[in-house]
């Protein structure tokens, strides 16, 4: 068993929703910096968005307003909720955890789910 464990993934059609869930195998990961992650067939990894140890959230331009990450402490899981989805947002997503607490290094990584956006 790895240490993130991601779900939440499936088919939905354009403008639909989902929430994704990373549970984490201890606290330690998830006080940490966190992030999720897509690839898309053919392409390069990219960082989706991201919650620092203090709470800070980043998102990359494509998603911004659209999706939010959050984290559940007495969970231990880590979340993308996702609205107005668009075709383009299609990809396998991961969630990443750091390995310190003073770095957001992506040490650790969650074996993926798979979200598919249909027009």
């Known amino acids: 068993q790895g240490q993130l464990e991601e779900s939440g993934g499936g088919s939905v059609q354009a403008g639909g929703s989902l929430r994704l869930s990373c549970a984490a195998s201890?606290?330690?990961?998830?006080?940490?910096?966190m992030a999720w992650f897509r690839q898309a067939p053919g392409k390069e990894r990219e960082a989706v968005a991201r919650m620092s140890r203090y709470g800070v959230t980043s998102y990359a331009d494509s998603v911004k307003g659209r999706f939010t990450i959050s984290k559940d402490y007495a969970k231990n899981s880590l979340y993308l909720q996702m609205n107005s989805l668009k075709p383009e947002d299609s990809s396998i997503y991961y969630c990443?955890?750091?390995?310190?607490?003073?770095?957001?290094?992506?040490?650790?990584w969650g074996q993926g789910t798979q979200v598919t956006v249909s027009s």
């Open positions: 201890a606290p330690t990961y998830i006080r940490n910096c």
């Open positions: 990443a955890a750091a390995s310190t607490a003073y770095a957001c290094d992506d040490a650790y």
